[in-house]
């Protein structure tokens, strides 16, 4: 008994001992005074934030293992941190499992030291987030509680790998600054190891690689990181988060004769991939066969087989999608996926590979990342470059797309977020192909738009009528097939909105195409109150109801990502207003054009008769992308289509003579009159 007394009361010294070095390193490390006054519009920074990845080798297998080991110390600043700024947020997978979670406050007290103290927190989960196709990544939270200004929260955790193919990436930036943040990796120096490193040409990334005791020891480390910041119209954080991403690419014990190859290249990578399917559906579903053959029957070519088969699976699986750990890589049996009805992406490309193959055309798996994921596969040949699984059918030397998930789109069209994205196409056990998806021509997404309008004492009432084609098409058919009552009203009002808030839809048909290329009719009356100016015997009207891409603007003089639009397209708009009897055009405005070269365009044009006036818009987006490098000659154009936006029509009486009305009264009524509404 005085042998445990002793001995617990050694651990007991050690803890305290220990609790004492680490309250020690703290206050060496953080000096309250100074960053508080660095950071004063902040609530808190992380005074260190550290990622440490080490692989090791299985001494029983020779296989690969990996661990991550985080943590993140924070600096409470303001009066206000302890309430907002009393939690951490990280996450973990199937494949990257959470273990020992340590939450730690150093308290500081008054000798300008800091007391630890390990029981004023708790943590969870705190959701779920879908980013990846392959797993469900749940999110969570630490959170500290009664912690005075000052204090230090120190939050660490592991996560456990069980596929090295999948490592984690690292993102220097947070959402809070960030005073030193270190990512380091060690290996066997046996293990090669390629990093692909983005976004970083605006923060300094020391980088360095040691050899040590077998090991192979690289480090990157950045200081003084600002709080990152988020940017509308771009597919994802991707895009501009600096971010290093490792993988392995091969690896020799000793004693072996060659290398293990891991994901050194497409090759590599398609290996793997084609591990996942190769023996699936092998075996022939009765039900799935007839319905195959059912479902073609009358068909007397290739393409009408493909087309029936498409669209019987558009009609008839439902996407439903319950991912976790390999499950989210592995495709479920084509027959399995027919019993039961519902499947997600890969599951979908699964039953309608089988089907086409069952009728004699030539039909694969191909997995692709969306516009989401900037990456290709020739620079970062793993599993990150993908996020989605469709089935490529070759139809003669023409590639074509089968997209299940996608129950509106017609047969041949690929959904927006894949144009110009590569398909790694699974054909046999020792090849593939990579098929880059074309990107949409302008002309084949269109809207018409056309209003006819007349004053009634200031008020406008009026028509519309709007056909479009392509993917403006397509979006109205989801809201068609997705949205109903009050909800779907509210969109199309939100849609069909001109002129100013007082814009009053009175009904409206929606009448999207099942058939064809599935075009879609839009009809709709309205009014708008209070928006013919009346100013003794004259009335000043602005046509321009809708002022498209006048919002578009770019504002932010700091923002060094691109602007990314989901599709090219081609928009006409034509606006009528009946002249009211007794009244002929005093003040037409001039026509006028401009744009971008090579990413949009617009023209403007009016005319006159003695019964109407007709103001004919058109406008092409002709990229998907604008660069920073051409913001500013963007943001002249945009100014000068705003100025044409302000211009008015002004109408006068018959017996009034012919006084000209000021061109600048005009513009600063219709200035305050008039509401921006940006295409959609």
Not at 22 to 30: D, P, S
Not at 279 to 298: F, P, S
Not at 335 to 340: A, C, E, L
Request: hydrophobic fraction near 35%; include cysteine.
């Amino acid at each position: 008994m005085k042998q445990l007394n002793k001995t617990a009361g050694l651990l007991a010294a050690i803890m305290l001992l220990a609790a004492s070095v680490n309250a020690q390193k703290i206050a060496e490390r953080v000096k309250y005074d100074s960053i508080a006054a660095k950071y004063k519009n902040e609530h808190a920074v992380y005074t260190n934030y550290t990622e440490k990845l080490e692989i090791k080798t299985d001494p029983d297998d020779g296989s690969l293992e990996a661990n991550t080991y985080v943590t993140m110390d924070k600096l409470l600043i303001s009066d206000l941190s302890p309430t907002t700024e009393n939690r951490d947020y990280f996450t973990f997978d199937d494949f990257n499992q959470l273990s020992d979670v340590s939450c730690i406050s150093f308290i500081p007290d008054k000798k300008g030291g800091y007391k630890r103290e390990d029981h004023n927190y708790g943590f969870g989960l705190a959701g779920q987030i879908t980013g990846s196709f392959y797993d469900a990544v749940r999110l969570v939270m630490a959170y500290y509680t009664a912690l005075p200004k000052g204090t230090v929260t120190e939050t660490k955790y592991t996560l456990s790998n069980t596929d090295v193919t999948l490592l984690n990436s690292f993102y220097f930036l947070q959402d809070l600054p960030v005073l030193s943040a270190t990512y380091e990796v060690v290996a066997p120096d046996y293990v090669n190891l390629s990093f692909s490193i983005k976004n970083t040409d605006a923060i300094h990334i020391k980088q360095d690689k040691e050899i040590k005791d077998g090991k192979a020891i690289y480090t990157f480390t950045a200081t003084n990181l600002r709080a990152v910041k988020h940017y509308n119209l771009v597919p994802s954080a991707k895009y501009y988060l600096p971010i290093i991403t490792p993988y392995i690419t091969s690896y020799r014990l000793t004693g072996a004769k060659k290398d293990s190859v891991i994901l050194r290249d497409a090759d590599a990578l398609y290996k793997r991939d084609y591990a996942f399917v190769k023996d699936l559906n092998i075996r022939q579903d009765t039900g799935l066969v007839h319905a195959a053959e059912r479902v073609t029957k009358n068909d007397k070519t290739d393409l009408e087989k493909a087309e029936h088969i498409y669209k019987w699976v558009q009609d008839h699986i439902h996407y439903i999608a319950f991912e976790s750990g390999m499950q989210g890589f592995v495709p479920r049996p084509a027959d399995t996926v027919y019993k039961r009805m519902y499947g997600d992406c890969k599951d979908m490309a699964s039953i309608t590979m089988a089907m086409c193959r069952q009728v004699g055309l030539k039909a694969y798996f191909a997995a692709i990342g969306t516009t989401v994921i900037p990456d290709m596969i020739e620079d970062l040949p793993t599993e990150d470059c993908f996020n989605h699984v469709i089935c490529a059918v070759k139809l003669g030397e023409e590639w074509v797309f089968l997209d299940g998930t996608e129950n509106v789109l017609p047969f041949g069209a690929n959904r927006h977020d894949i144009q110009g994205k590569e398909a790694f196409v699974e054909i046999d056990a020792n090849h593939y192909k990579i098929v880059k998806i074309p990107v949409v021509d302008a002309g084949k997404n269109t809207t018409t738009d056309s209003t006819v309008m007349h004053i009634e004492s200031k008020d406008l009432k009026g028509s519309l009528k709007q056909y479009t084609t392509g993917y403006p098409a397509w979006n109205i058919a989801y809201l068609k097939k997705y949205r109903n009552g009050k909800d779907l009203d509210d969109e199309m009002r939100d849609m069909l909105m001109r002129g100013s808030d007082k814009f009053t839809q009175v009904k409206y048909e929606l009448n999207p195409s099942s058939k064809g290329n599935k075009d879609a009719h839009i009809s709709a009356s309205f009014s708008l109150d209070d928006y013919a100016h009346k100013v003794g015997d004259e009335y000043i009207v602005n046509m321009n109801l809708q002022r498209t891409y006048g919002d578009e603007r770019m504002n932010d003089s700091e923002r060094k990502v691109g602007y990314y639009f989901p599709y090219k397209e081609k928009i006409k708009q034509v606006v009528v207003l009946d002249i009211p009897e007794g009244y002929k055009v005093a003040h037409l405005p001039g026509n006028a054009h401009g744009g971008l070269e090579g990413v949009w365009s617009y023209s403007i044009s009016y005319k006159a008769d003695k019964k109407q006036v007709v103001l004919t818009k058109e406008y092409e987006r002709q990229s998907l992308s604008l660069s920073p490098a051409r913001f500013a000659s963007n943001n002249q154009v945009i100014d000068q289509l705003n100025k044409e936006y302000k211009e008015s029509v002004v109408l006068t009486t018959e017996k009034k003579s012919g006084k000209k009305t000021a061109r600048k009264d005009t513009q600063m009524w219709s200035a305050s009159n008039s509401r921006s509404n940006k295409k959609k």
